[in-house]
């Protein structure tokens, strides 16, 4: 049994739900421990892309079990949305397979709204949120007046969750001109919605204790990229969970010891949506280059990404703050026809050198990128799955990105099919 942890070492969009149903061929268990369905993932499998927001990637594989745990935030009509348009691309999901925990906390209609008010009405310093309603749903969790996936088993708790959060909701609402929360209208939405996910919730905890007890393989995914963690993250342009490996834990009511690898996912550069400081974004062609052949549009958001080179001292700042173990380095295909790759090996502040990112969002701000220069390498490597059958030039990139960070490569990838995956080392070996 090896239970295997994989989160995002960049600002998300690294290609985790590939590499999630990639490794799903060797686990028994599919879990997602944080964030909501602002996360995207893009899965193409056999020329079909699978698009996700909320289910874990694993579901596209049969007799896999999926589990969404107490730490993601639900969209019960996301969920449901979900769920519809893979049965209809014949994916069978039933409460075998997919589970969410009793314990989650769910997002209404009035959450959306409260993330959108917000950001129109400071433009000038937005965070850039998906506005799905991710931030004000935690913020009810944490003010202990959430409705819990759970609470859709009694009206009666329903109905005092509703008033409890329009209690909280309305003056805002009114603050910014808007009309109050229809209480009788959500509650009836729900008990609509509920009739159809009822049949997925459970104490997913025993099942996930079962399951280490019977000796069966755990992947935990990972949502967003551990840059936009709301502790370590480039606060306040941040995601509103934590986004580091050891989330997995109390995201999924699984215990810290059960907890055995952790694979830090990483594109061969770096991208970022929304705002928030960059210190190795590009403005030129190399900018547009990038984006163009690494397609760089938000799953969720539709956004274009901002588009850089690799910055090995955030990596290896997350990579020791998360405790990631081996690195996956995706979309090593982009940077074909480079003549030239540029690092980021360390940041000049002012009169100072630094080897770390730091805390103050000015200081992150007025880092400038110190960089260090490879050869790019000749031919393609798009499909390549073998280590020897890359380029050397290509091999090279990679160990020199290695030695920045200091962990190895378990995994690299060369497209965004299923196969075309370069196994180093299996994280469950």
């Given at each position: 049994?090896?239970n295997?942890?994989?989160?995002?070492?960049?600002?998300?969009?690294?290609?985790?739900?590939?590499?999630?149903?990639?490794?799903?061929?060797?686990?028994d268990?599919?879990?997602?421990?944080?964030?909501?369905?602002?996360?995207?993932?893009?899965?193409?499998?056999?020329?079909?892309?699978?698009?996700?927001s909320?289910?874990?990637?694993?579901?596209?594989r049969?007799?896999?079990?999926?589990i969404?745990?107490?730490?993601?935030v639900?969209?019960?009509?996301?969920?449901?949305?979900?769920?519809?348009?893979?049965?209809?691309?014949?994916?069978?999901?039933?409460?075998?397979?997919?589970?969410?925990a009793?314990n989650?906390?769910?997002?209404?209609?009035?959450?959306?709204?409260?993330?959108?008010?917000?950001?129109?009405?400071?433009k000038?310093?937005?965070?850039?949120?998906?506005?799905r309603?991710?931030?004000?749903?935690?913020?009810?969790?944490?003010?202990?007046?959430?409705?819990?996936?759970?609470?859709?088993?009694?009206?009666?708790m329903?109905?005092?969750?509703?008033?409890?959060?329009?209690?909280?909701?309305n003056p805002?609402?009114?603050?910014?001109?808007?009309?109050?929360?229809?209480?009788?209208?959500?509650?009836?939405?729900?008990?609509?919605?509920?009739l159809?996910?009822?049949?997925?919730?459970?104490?997913?905890?025993?099942?996930?204790?079962?399951?280490?007890?019977?000796?069966?393989?755990?992947?935990?995914?990972?949502?967003?990229?551990?840059?936009?963690?709301?502790?370590?993250?480039?606060?306040p342009?941040?995601?509103?969970?934590?986004?580091?490996?050891?989330?997995?834990?109390v995201?999924?009511?699984v215990?810290?010891?059960?907890?055995?690898y952790?694979?830090?996912?990483?594109?061969?550069?770096?991208?970022?949506?929304?705002?928030?400081?960059f210190?190795?974004?590009?403005?030129?062609?190399?900018?547009?280059r990038?984006?163009?052949?690494?397609?760089?549009?938000g799953?969720?958001t539709?956004?274009?990404?901002?588009?850089?080179?690799f910055?090995s001292?955030?990596?290896?700042?997350?990579?020791?703050?998360?405790?990631?173990?081996?690195?996956?380095?995706?979309?090593?295909?982009?940077?074909?026809g480079?003549?030239?790759i540029?690092v980021?090996?360390?940041?000049?502040?002012?009169?100072?050198?630094?080897?770390?990112?730091?805390?103050?969002?000015?200081?992150?701000?007025?880092?400038?990128?110190v960089?260090?220069?490879?050869?790019?390498?000749?031919?393609?490597?798009?499909?390549?799955?073998?280590?020897?059958?890359?380029?050397?030039?290509?091999?090279?990139?990679?160990?020199f990105?290695?030695?920045?960070v200091?962990?190895?490569?378990?995994?690299?990838t060369?497209?965004?099919?299923?196969?075309?995956?370069?196994l180093?080392?299996?994280?469950?070996?």
């Amino acid at each position: 049994m090896v239970n295997v942890v994989l989160v995002g070492s960049q600002w998300g969009d690294e290609g985790k739900g590939k590499l999630v149903d990639w490794l799903s061929s060797q686990a028994d268990v599919i879990v997602r421990f944080q964030g909501g369905h602002n996360a995207g993932h893009t899965i193409v499998i056999d020329k079909d892309t699978y698009k996700l927001s909320l289910l874990p990637s694993g579901i596209v594989r049969p007799e896999k079990v999926c589990i969404i745990g107490n730490g993601v935030v639900v969209d019960l009509w996301k969920l449901e949305e979900e769920i519809e348009s893979l049965k209809l691309k014949g994916i069978k999901i039933n409460s075998e397979n997919l589970k969410v925990a009793d314990n989650a906390s769910l997002i209404l209609p009035f959450h959306k709204d409260l993330d959108s008010i917000r950001e129109d009405s400071n433009k000038k310093n937005n965070i850039g949120t998906t506005r799905r309603g991710i931030g004000p749903a935690y913020e009810d969790k944490v003010g202990r007046r959430s409705l819990r996936a759970g609470d859709l088993r009694d009206p009666e708790m329903i109905k005092k969750r509703i008033n409890l959060m329009a209690l909280h909701h309305n003056p805002l609402r009114a603050h910014f001109g808007q009309s109050l929360i229809d209480e009788e209208k959500v509650y009836n939405d729900l008990l609509k919605i509920s009739l159809k996910i009822l049949p997925y919730i459970c104490p997913v905890w025993r099942y996930l204790s079962d399951s280490i007890k019977n000796k069966k393989n755990i992947l935990f995914e990972g949502a967003q990229g551990a840059l936009l963690d709301i502790d370590y993250g480039t606060y306040p342009y941040v995601t509103s969970s934590n986004t580091l490996a050891g989330y997995a834990s109390v995201g999924s009511g699984v215990g810290v010891h059960n907890l055995n690898y952790v694979l830090g996912i990483t594109k061969a550069y770096t991208t970022r949506v929304g705002s928030g400081p960059f210190p190795t974004e590009l403005f030129d062609k190399n900018f547009e280059r990038l984006a163009q052949k690494g397609h760089e549009i938000g799953t969720v958001t539709g956004r274009p990404r901002r588009c850089g080179w690799f910055d090995s001292v955030l990596v290896r700042q997350i990579t020791e703050i998360s405790g990631i173990n081996g690195l996956a380095l995706t979309k090593l295909d982009v940077l074909d026809g480079f003549d030239e790759i540029k690092v980021c090996t360390k940041y000049k502040l002012e009169d100072r050198f630094l080897d770390y990112f730091p805390n103050s969002i000015d200081e992150q701000s007025k880092v400038e990128p110190v960089y260090e220069s490879i050869k790019g390498w000749k031919g393609s490597v798009r499909g390549v799955r073998s280590w020897k059958d890359l380029p050397k030039g290509a091999q090279d990139y990679v160990k020199f990105l290695e030695h920045l960070v200091g962990i190895n490569a378990d995994l690299v990838t060369t497209s965004p099919e299923r196969e075309d995956t370069i196994l180093i080392r299996s994280p469950f070996s």
